[in-house]
């Protein structure tokens, strides 16, 4: 009988391994070590680290998708409060996190897109595709009337997504949810204000 893969259990003690250390700070060692697989099994599935840290991108990214659409796909809310709730939730799993994790994504663009091509071309593509349920939300609150069309839905979903980054940045510094909700009283009460 073949041995059962550990590719999912890598794969998770790399995402924990990546969030506690960082792309850099994280070794194969260390997430065999966490994941109770033998040394060789990383290079039975994966070719190499980077490729190994764009999959454990991709696991995350999966995970923030399914609260993108939690939040944004509740059509008994209004465009804006969807934009509210969605921001609510991350609020409330970084609060679970006692503030001391951020998002997978905004830590390994700042620690390796300047070191690798590939994660941060995969960066890029995350970035581009999360932007597309904002600005779906935003169009549909423009057309309705809720939020303001002085710019384009991808650019205030751009905007939005940079802008909560710097906050989560900020507030992993802080070990404190200020950040979070200085961002969320001011961009709703400007790019996002009740019109």
Not at 60 to 81: C, G, H, I, K, W
Not at 131 to 140: K, L, S, T
Request: proline share 4%.
């Amino acid at each position: 009988m073949p041995k059962p893969s550990l590719r999912d259990a890598i794969l998770d003690a790399g995402l924990k391994e990546m969030f506690r250390t960082g792309y850099h700070g994280t070794s194969v060692r260390d997430v065999t070590a966490a994941a109770g697989a033998p040394q060789g099994s990383f290079t039975n599935h994966f070719r190499s680290k980077e490729r190994f840290a764009s999959e454990v991108l991709d696991r995350y990214f999966a995970q923030t998708r399914s609260l993108v659409a939690q939040a944004l796909d509740d059509t008994s809310l209004t465009p804006r409060m969807r934009l509210k709730r969605y921001l609510d939730i991350i609020t409330g799993r970084l609060e679970a996190d006692d503030f001391l994790r951020g998002c997978l994504i905004g830590d390994l663009s700042l620690e390796a897109s300047a070191s690798s091509e590939l994660l941060r071309t995969r960066l890029s593509e995350i970035f581009q595709e999360w932007r597309g349920p904002f600005a779906a939300c935003i169009a549909e609150g423009q057309k309705a009337g809720e939020i303001a069309s002085d710019f384009a839905p991808e650019e205030l979903a751009e905007f939005l997504l940079a802008s909560w980054q710097g906050a989560i940045l900020r507030m992993k510094v802080e070990r404190g949810h200020t950040p979070l909700e200085r961002f969320k009283t001011i961009v709703f009460q400007t790019v996002f204000r009740e019109l």
